[in-house]
Structures are given as C-alpha cells and as structure tokens.
C-alpha cells in the first residue's frame, strides 16, 4: 500500500515557476514508477510526465516538453515537478500516481493515487 500526498500548488502569474511535491509512504517506493497528470474542469484527466524508479527515465507530455521537468529523491520518499514558464493553460488539478514497473502515460495503469493539488496560472 502507498499512500500519497501532493503539495505545493498555487495562484502565480503567466511566466512564473512552481515545484510540485508528492510524499509517499511505504518502504517500497523505490520500486514504483511515478506518474504525474492534471485534470482541468470540464475535461479528461491527462498525463505529464512519468519518471521511473531509479529516476534514469522520464518521460513527458509534448504540451509540457521543455517547460516542466520531473524527479525523484527515493531517500526522502518524494517526486518532484518543477514547472516553470507557467501558462494559463496550466491550470489544473495536478495529481502525482504510483504503480509497479515500468513508467506508463495511462491513468488506469496506475495503483495509487494522491488527491491532488490545485494549480491556476492567471494571464
């Protein structure tokens, strides 16, 4: 079981910078991939960015390449994304998600889940 909380969001103007957080419990984060994904009102939950478990791989969306950028320290049990050049078209609900293997861009692929935190980019 993991358990998963996010935190750093919040209100910045268009151009501006964030560094999300997501804390995991559990001894066995190490094995787990770690997928980030956002969900704007009205819409589909869509992925980010993954990064594997050992942080060698990532992968990210082509709406997010270039500006947002995903780690991980297994020792303090965290991932990271720090978003930077903030666009309006950002906002949304940024939800960080865990499962066993490899890193996958599909919400159902993922076990575990955070509730998630709130990003507005104003313009």
């Given at each position: 079981?993991?358990?998963l ?12 910078s ?48 270039g ?39 599909n919400?159902?692929a ?14």
């Amino acid at each position: 079981q993991v358990q998963l909380v996010e935190s750093g969001g919040g209100l910045v103007q268009a151009g501006g910078s964030l560094r999300l957080s997501c804390a995991a419990s559990g001894r066995t984060f190490r094995s787990y991939a770690m997928g980030w994904f956002r969900q704007a009102p009205g819409k589909e939950r869509e992925f980010v960015t993954a990064v594997s478990w050992s942080g060698g791989n990532t992968y990210y969306a082509d709406s997010v390449k270039g500006r947002f950028t995903a780690s991980r320290d297994n020792a303090k049990n965290t991932v990271y994304l720090q978003i930077n050049s903030l666009k309006p078209e950002d906002t949304a609900v940024y939800y960080c998600a865990a499962r066993l293997g490899t890193i996958a861009t599909n919400p159902p692929a993922y076990d575990y889940w955070g509730q998630g935190t709130q990003v507005t980019v104003s313009s």
